[in-house]
C-alpha cells in the first residue's frame, strides 16, 4: 500500500483503562475447522501466523515521549509477535500521570512521529493513528467554531402590526450563524401561565423562597432547604381563585444538580386525581450529554381545568428545587429538548427505549397551534449587518431569527496542545479539513517508501454527544424528505406547529437525518 488512503480505513476502538488493549484481528480461511488437522491447530496455537497477530493501543501519555523510547517499544511489539500498534495522543491530568518535555506539534515530536513510523516499517508492524488528539473523538485546534458541532438556536422578538419596523438585532451570543428569519401570528394561550393568575403556593417542606417557583421568571428559583433522604415526599400545592385550564407543564431547573419523581395532581371535590408522572432528571451538566446543559424538561397532557394544582415530589436529591415552573394553558411538545437532541440520557450510554416518547393527546383547540403555511420566512429583510426590515401586517406576531452556535464540545482527553471543538460530524468539507490538518499532515509529512506501515486511522468511542444543524441542512433536508423544514423551526422551542403529531414526526425525521 503506497498512497495510502486512511479516510477509508478506520478502526472503532472500545474505550480502555489500561494502557495495552490487545484487539486480535483474524482473517478468514477457506478450510473450515473440520477439515484442518488437530496438529494443524495445534502448531497455529502456538505459532500464530501473521494473520492473527495481535494488535494494541499505543497510547502517548501527557508528552512522555522520545525517539529512543518508542524505538524500543516497537523492537518489544516485534520481539513477541505483536503485528499492529495504535498511536493515541493522550493527556490525563497531572495527578494521573506527569506531564513530559515533549509538547504536541512541537518539532521534536514531529520527529518522535517519524521515527515510530519508519521504525514500524522497518520491523513489519501496521501503524494506526486515532484521527485527533485524545479518544474521543475528531476534534483539535485547527477547528473554526463555524468548522465545530452546532445546534439550532432562536432568538425571538414580539411585535404588534400594522407597523414598520427597522432595527438591528445583535445576536445574543457569539459566533451566532445567521440560517433564517421567521415570523408567525402569536397562537392562542401563548404565554399564558398560571403565574399571571395570582397563584397562592405552600408547600410541606421549607423552601428558600416557595413563591418563586411561580412567579414567571426563569433566572430566579427555589430549593428545599429542609434537610430531605430519598424517603423524603414533598408536596408543592398552587391554588387560584378562579378554574384555571392547564394543558402542559415546563419545569426549569436550577444550574445544579436535580433530580426527582415527580407527579402533578388535581383537586377534585376532596380528593386528588393523578395527572401525569414522569422523572426530572438533570444530574449532568457536561455538554456531551446534551448542548443545553440545563434545559427544561415539558410535559403535556389533555386540557385539565381546577383551582388547586398539587405536584408530589420523590426519590430526590438534597436541595432539589426549580428556577421555574410554568402551569401554561397553551400546549407543548412533550420532551421537546431531548426530542431534538438538546438534552440526552444523564450517562452516554442510550439503552432501548430512551429515545421513545408516547403518542400526546392533540390540543382541543386549532387555534393554539401555528399554521405552518402561515409562518412567514423573510430572511431576506435582513441585512449582513443585522439589521431587519419588515412591514408587520395586522395582528401580534412572533419573529424568529434562527441560527447556528457551537454546541461547545471538545476533543479528549488531550493535553492543551491538542485540544479544540468536534468536528461538525454531518459536514464533509469540515471532516476533510480535520483529516488534512491531522492525519494527513503526519501521512505527507513522511516518504511514501518509508511509511508503508501507515494503514490505519482510529475511530476511538464516540463520546462527544449530539448536533443538530449544519451548513446546507435546509437543501439537505428538503433533498431527503420532500418538504420544507423552515415553517416547523418553531417547534424547537416546544411550539405546537400543525399538530402534535406531526410537530413530532417532523422532530423524528430530524433525528433520523442526523443519525443517517
Sequence with gaps: MNDLNLKKNFVNGALSVTLMLLTFIVTAQKPTPQTIAPAVLKQGFKTPPDSVRPSVYWYWLNDNISQQGVKKDIEAMASVGIGRAFIGNIGLSKEEAPFGKIKLFSDEWWKITKVAITTATKNGIDIGVFNGPGWSQSGGPWIKPTQSMRYIAGDELHLKGPLQFTQKLPPAKPNFQDVAVLAFPVP???????????????S????????????????TGASITSSITNKTIATIDVEVADPFTARSMVLYPLEKSVRADVELQIKEGDSYRSIKKFVFDRTNSALNVGFTPYAPIAISFPATSTKQYRLILSNM????????????????VERFQEKQMAKMLQVPFPLWGEYQWA????????????DPDKV?????NLSDEGL??????????????YGMLPTGV???PATPEGKGFEIDKINKAAMDHHFDSFVGKIQNSIPAVDRTSLKWMVADSYETGSQNWTDGMTEIFK????YDPLPWLPVMSGRVVGSENQSDRFLWDLRRLVAD
Excluded at 317 to 332: C, D, H, R, T
Excluded at 359 to 370: A, F, G, L, R, Y
Excluded at 376 to 380: G, V
Design 388 to 401: 431587519l426590515n419588515w412591514n408587520v401586517p395586522s395582528g401580534d406576531w412572533i419573529v424568529i431569527r
Design 204 to 219: 410541606d417542606v421549607t423552601f428558600d423562597d416557595v413563591q418563586k417557583l411561580f412567579d414567571g421568571n426563569t433566572s
Design 410 to 412: 471538545t476533543n479528549s
Design 317 to 332: 436529591n438534597n436541595g432539589a428545587g426549580f428556577a421555574e415552573i410554568k402551569l401554561s394553558a397553551a400546549p407543548v
Design 479 to 482: 433533498k431527503q424528505y420532500g
Design 376 to 380: 412567514i420566512n423573510i430572511t431576506k
Design 359 to 370: 403518542h400526546q393527546v392533540e390540543p382541543n383547540d386549532q387555534s393554539m397551534m401555528i
Design 188 to 202: 392562542a394561550n401563548e404565554g399564558d401561565d398560571i403565574s399571571k393568575h395570582t397563584p397562592k403556593i405552600t
